[in-house]
């Protein structure tokens, strides 16, 4: 069965440019997830997608940030524009029903 | 926002030994409690979940749970050198379905 894919693996831009990170989450799996993760830090969470709807994104800096999973499927998560302080690999996951959750292998954002 | 403690170590052992690390939370409602290992430049993967108060063994892997103590640790045993990781310990908030996240403890094993 195949993971949680992300794509890209890596982003380097500079700030004020905006950024785009794509995510398809298991199959079969109606809950995904985004997170952040600093270095030396756990994931934290931006937002919580069941089906289409977003159910949680109370941590998600709406000036700058979006995202969207428009058919309850894969997602996507928007910066712009981006600042130096958003450099960390954005990482998916999804679970069925909001149980355990699986990681797909992150995008790391370098803002210069 | 509740909290999920753990010691970020490094934690040392030889090849072989048993590791312990261990987690406490806030949540006194908690009932899903996980653990993921991340090698260094890669995702979280999880390996073990735990529901109820007690141990759930795994292989190599023993979960421990205390719900009263709001403490939740991992055993490793016969430790090998791929077990080097960081070690993160996730539990579920009662209300809200969130995964709240420690900062992980750092494992390495020395051959």
């Known amino acids: 069965e195949a993971g949680v894919v992300q794509s890209p693996r890596y982003k380097i831009i500079e700030k004020k440019q905006p950024v785009a990170f794509w995510c398809n989450p298991i199959?079969?799996?109606?809950?995904l997830y985004w997170y952040l993760q600093n270095l030396g830090q756990g994931p934290e969470l931006l937002i919580r997608?069941?089906?289409?709807?977003?159910?949680?994104d109370s941590q998600l800096p709406k000036d700058r940030f979006s995202a969207e999973r428009l058919k309850g499927v894969d997602s996507t998560l928007k910066i712009q524009p981006a600042e130096l302080g958003d450099s960390a690999v954005y990482l998916c996951?999804?679970?069925?029903?909001?149980?355990?959750?699986?990681f797909g292998p992150g995008t790391r954002l370098t803002v210069l | 926002q509740k909290e999920v403690e753990q010691n970020s170590g490094p934690l040392s052992v030889p090849e072989g030994a048993i590791a312990s690390l261990n987690c406490t939370y806030s949540?006194?409602?908690?009932?899903?409690f996980f653990w993921y290992r991340q090698y260094s430049g890669k995702s979280p993967e999880l390996i073990m979940s735990?529901?109820?108060?007690g141990d759930k063994e795994d292989g190599r892997f023993t979960a421990q749970l205390n719900k009263a103590s709001q403490y939740v640790s991992l055993l490793i045993r016969d430790s090998q050198p791929s077990d080097s990781a960081t070690y993160l310990c996730a539990v579920k908030e009662e209300y809200g379905n969130k995964l709240v996240f420690g900062a992980g403890t750092i494992l390495r094993v020395k051959s």
């Open positions: 735990i529901y109820s108060n």
């Open positions: 997608y069941e089906n289409e709807e977003a159910v949680d």
């Open positions: 996951a999804s679970s069925w029903r909001n149980n355990e959750q699986f």
């Open positions: 199959s079969g799996h109606n809950t």
């Open positions: 949540d006194r409602g908690s009932q899903s």
